[in-house]
């Protein structure tokens, strides 16, 4: 085996992926020093060595971001995660993705999910079941203020959140349910404030990513 582990190394290694799978995430040098009860600069040099033989790769300036690498050294699955906020209450006035407040966080699959300032928004009700989006469901949501006919957003009619699918018709904007039991609802070009299209979904921790679909802890 080229480039073997030492002891040293392998045990850094497997308490990495520990880790990684029970939190998502790497931890920093300094909890990796205190839970294996050695130095932070013994960390940092095993974890140099590490590097140079393509098992991890680090990030910022002094490394204290660690990802670990697959054989082809492309990002381990384990920790292809990000964290995306979920919003629960809506300030007024500010965009999804800028609320002060967030009612939690999930750490979904950075690769699926690759935007920025995504944010999530728990579904509350049935009314688009037809594409998919179920009552609890998750929506992962990319910020937009526009919208292209057809495709599932976020929007905020009076204060209040909703997912639909987006028309722009003559003199108004549809705003259509996935749901025969539901009807399409229209309003004026200044009631609606597209904040956002949902570019996927978690279920029971599963990431689903949907090419144009969605609705929030609000209205749906």
């Known amino acids: 085996m080229p480039n073997p582990l030492t002891p040293t190394q392998q045990r850094l290694m497997d308490y990495l992926r520990h880790k990684i799978a029970a939190d ?15 130095s932070h600069v013994a960390i940092a040099r095993t974890l140099r060595t590490l ?14 971001t660690v990802h670990l690498l697959n054989h ?9 995660g990000r964290d995306v906020p979920v919003i629960g209450r809506i300030a007024a006035g500010l965009p999804m993705y800028a609320q002060p407040e967030w009612d939690s966080s999930i750490i ?3 690769e699926i999910f690759r935007g920025q300032n995504l944010f999530g928004l728990r579904v509350r009700g049935d009314s688009m079941k037809e594409a998919g989006i179920l009552d609890g469901d998750l929506v992962i949501c990319e910020p937009r203020q526009y919208a292209q006919n057809g495709e599932i957003v976020v929007a905020l009619i009076h204060e209040e959140a909703t997912v639909k699918r ?15 039991n539901h009807s399409p609802m229209r309003y004026g070009f200044d009631e609606v404030l597209v904040q956002g299209k949902v570019v996927g979904l978690v279920r029971t921790m599963t990431s689903v990513p ?3 679909l969605g609705t929030p802890q609000g209205r749906f």
């Open 108 to 110: 979904v699959d950075a």
């Open 166 to 180: 987006f028309f722009r018709r003559t003199g108004h904007i549809e705003l259509r349910p996935e749901n025969r």
């Open 24 to 38: 998502g995430r790497a931890p920093s040098l300094r909890q990796a020093a205190a839970d294996m009860k050695v």
């Open 72 to 80: 082809g050294r492309e990002m381990a699955a384990l920790q292809r």
């Open 51 to 64: 590097e140079s033989k393509g098992l991890l790769k680090r990030e910022g300036r002094y490394g204290r």
């Open 210 to 212: 949907m090419e144009g």
